[in-house]
């Protein structure tokens, strides 16, 4: 059964739960707000249904998702205007190892362009090529955010949980 959409309901199905938990932790990274990372991923897979692009493969429909999340999850923060902390309980509940909750809420106080690349690079280990594809900048850009993002989650880190 096809939905009003264009796409099957099965395969948006297969969408959200291949990709669902993937979609969330970027959001909540980038948004640092549980329903607002919740909005994120859905307005994400509405325009999935929507569009019904067709992907080559499903790394394309991957770098797709994670491109028109991180575009709505800065579409958000420009037009909410906030930069509210992130609860620690609800970075906890989405990240495996307890041991690493410093690591994220630091990485949640830098910059949303480096955020955003670093989550891509260590969180979903996509590869800077595709990150590249993904913020719209070249891979050289992607590596100076990398380097400059992990100096500055540094100092953040030690500062604040050293």
């Known amino acids: 059964m096809r939905q009003s959409s264009g796409r099957p309901a099965d395969e948006v199905e297969a969408a959200v739960e291949a990709y669902g ?28 249904m929507q569009k019904a692009p067709a992907f080559e493969s499903r790394e394309h429909e991957k770098a797709w998702l994670l491109r028109v999340a991180s575009n709505r999850c800065r579409d958000l923060l420009r037009f909410r205007g906030r930069d509210e902390p992130i609860a620690p309980d ?9 041991e690493s909750c410093g690591i994220i809420e630091a990485l ?11 989550t891509l690079y260590y969180v979903e280990e996509r590869p800077v090529a595709e990150i590249a594809k993904i ?16 100096r500055l989650l540094e100092e953040v880190y030690r500062k604040e949980y050293m």
């Open 90 to 98: 609800e970075l906890r509940a989405c990240v495996e190892a307890p």
């Open 135 to 150: 913020i719209g900048r070249t891979e050289s850009a992607v590596k100076m955010r990398l380097q400059k993002g992990r």
């Open 21 to 48: 938990d993937m979609l969330y932790r970027l959001c909540l990274v980038m948004l640092k707000n549980r329903s607002d990372a919740e909005d994120a991923v859905q307005d994400t897979i509405l325009r999935y």
């Open 108 to 118: 949640t106080s830098l910059p949303e362009k480096f955020r955003l690349v670093l």
